[in-house]
């Protein structure tokens, strides 16, 4: 018998609700095909016109030589860092301490790939040059995330990602981008896909995270590496027969939100203000550098959670329908903003906030 869960329940009965593009239902992918023409042949087994053209898309956007469609970037990115590894036959890479392959992917690279791990940096901050250049440990390549979700969205600045990537090819060292989120921190670095990822050997975007669309990766290399990719998601089953309901929806909202980046970033930022303005609330970073950052309360779990449940059904606005503890006196919940918080009217917002602060106010007075 599952459990209630409040705070999840008067989420999702509010009438705005503050992050993302919506709830992911089948209307995602019926949007898509109602716009398609149905006489469009599918793909097979990796080939045919509508996912080849596709990937000379991603490629262009991402200036790379060529590209390859993934189910997901779990398996592509595993696909990358072995590739790099047999290529210098050394089995060792490096990478941040949260980093997704290390937290969320039960070892996956070590026990089918045998990889070992270099761990990179504090896992509270992002990987420096320093970091980098004090490794005691030959490596074959080196995984960057951009931007560091575990930790906030956090990112290095530009100038450190040229030296990492300059120092790397004279050391004859690959460097692989995890760029699940690589469209979010455009308008931060101010520089185009194509300019960041002409830093990398490889790169990885995700086609839900920030777009919104079913399912799917981009892995983006020169000629040799996406060949060699090829083999691998072959080996790996990702050759399903056909994958056009994963493509076809990842090109619409890839055309759809791409170019909106900028306003979920401006928006974001200014969520953040409206956070930080409460009691016992910080955002992480306290800035935001993408449309994403972490919300934290220096409260224990479960008074925030009574109290949010009551601000969702007093403001009709969703903040969140999870916390995740970070101590016994403190909590944290994560932000990434999309196209619901445009529809919140202004004064909305405002009242939720006060609402909040004022609920938060009580909570704290000795």
């Known amino acids: 018998m599952n459990e209630k869960n409040p705070l999840k329940e008067t989420f999702e009965q509010t009438q705005f ?22 006489n469009i ?53 490096a990478y941040h301490p949260l980093s997704h392959l290390e937290i969320h992917e039960e070892g996956g690279l070590k026990e089918l790939h ?23 440990e030959e490596v074959a390549c080196i995984l960057l995330e951009l931007p560091q979700r575990e930790i906030g969205g ?17 050391k004859g060292i690959k460097l692989h981008l995890d ?12 520089k185009s896909a194509a300019e960041i990822a002409s830093l990398f050997d490889s790169v990885y975007i995700s086609l839900y995270k920030g777009i919104g669309a079913i399912a799917g990766a981009i892995l983006a290399g020169d000629e040799k590496f ?7 998601k072959r080996r790996h089953g990702g050759d399903l027969i056909s994958l056009y309901p994963y493509i076809l929806p990842a090109d619409y909202y890839f055309e759809k939100r791409s170019e909106k980046m900028a306003q979920y970033f401006e928006e974001a930022r200014e969520v953040a203000q409206y956070f930080n303005s409460c009691e016992a609330i910080s955002t992480l970073p306290l800035n935001p550098v993408s449309n994403m950052f972490h919300v934290y309360f220096s409260q224990p779990k479960e008074r925030i959670a009574t109290l949010l449940a009551e601000v969702h059904e007093e403001s ?15 909590c944290y919940f994560e932000v990434s903003l999309g196209d619901l918080y445009a529809d919140i009217p202004k004064e909305k917002m405002a009242q939720a906030f006060r609402l909040l602060n004022e609920k938060l106010s009580s909570a704290i007075k000795p």
């Open 226 to 232: 996406i060949k060699q990719s090829k083999i691998w």
């Open 41 to 93: 042949q599918s793909d097979h087994y990796g080939a045919g016109k509508v996912i080849d053209d596709f990937q000379v898309k991603m490629a262009e956007f991402l200036g790379k030589e060529t590209a390859i469609f993934f189910p997901s970037g779990t398996m592509a990115q595993q696909i990358a860092l072995r590739i790099w590894s047999d290529e210098k036959n050394l089995k060792k890479v």
């Open 114 to 136: 045998h990889i070992e791990t270099v761990l990179l940096a504090d896992k509270n901050r992002v990987i420096e040059f320093e970091d980098v250049t004090g490794m005691n």
């Open 154 to 170: 956090q990112l290095p600045s530009y100038e450190t990602l040229e030296q990492i990537s300059e120092w790397s090819r004279d």
């Open 316 to 330: 009709g606005v969703g903040f969140s329908s999870y916390l995740t503890e970070k101590t016994e006196e403190s």
């Open 179 to 190: 760029g699940a989120r690589l469209l979010e921190v455009l308008p931060y670095y101010q």
């Open 17 to 38: 609700q503050l992050a993302g593009h919506g709830k992911r239902t089948v209307s995602i992918l019926k949007d898509v095909v109602d716009q398609v023409d149905e």
